[in-house]
């Protein structure tokens, strides 16, 4: 059984339309959502086709790239750059945003 988080998987591709749709559904059912945010795995952000995708999807939907966030777990990031922990958001490119899980905030106070 593939998973989410398997970098040929076609899962995670199709959270993301699911979740894209969605959103679009519920402003054209008159709802006021700002923006929606998606968990991706590093591995689907290392793969060559998923700015294609990102782009087919919004296409799709109609949505502008301003009303998705990808987030990727800090601790996904370090440990693909194989150091051990952290929690929380981050990646791009572009980012308009980077948060920082307080615990990660910490660890690099604590190691400057």
């Not at 996904?76 to 990646?91: N, T, V």
Request: aromatic residues 6%; glycine residues 8%.
């Amino acid at each position: 059984m593939k998973c989410a988080s398997d970098p040929d998987s076609e899962i995670g591709d199709w959270v993301l339309a699911q979740a894209c749709r969605q959103l679009a559904d519920w402003r054209r059912a008159g709802l006021t959502v700002p923006v929606i945010a998606v968990n991706v795995a590093v591995q689907q952000l290392e793969r060559a086709t998923m700015l294609t995708v990102v782009r087919r999807v919004l296409d799709d939907t109609g949505i502008s790239p301003g009303d998705l966030e990808l987030e990727v777990t800090e601790s996904d990031i370090l440990r693909a750059a194989g150091c051990r922990y952290a929690q929380g958001y981050l990646f791009g490119p572009p980012m308009d945003a980077v948060s920082l899980g307080l615990k990660l905030t910490h660890w690099l106070m604590a190691a400057r």
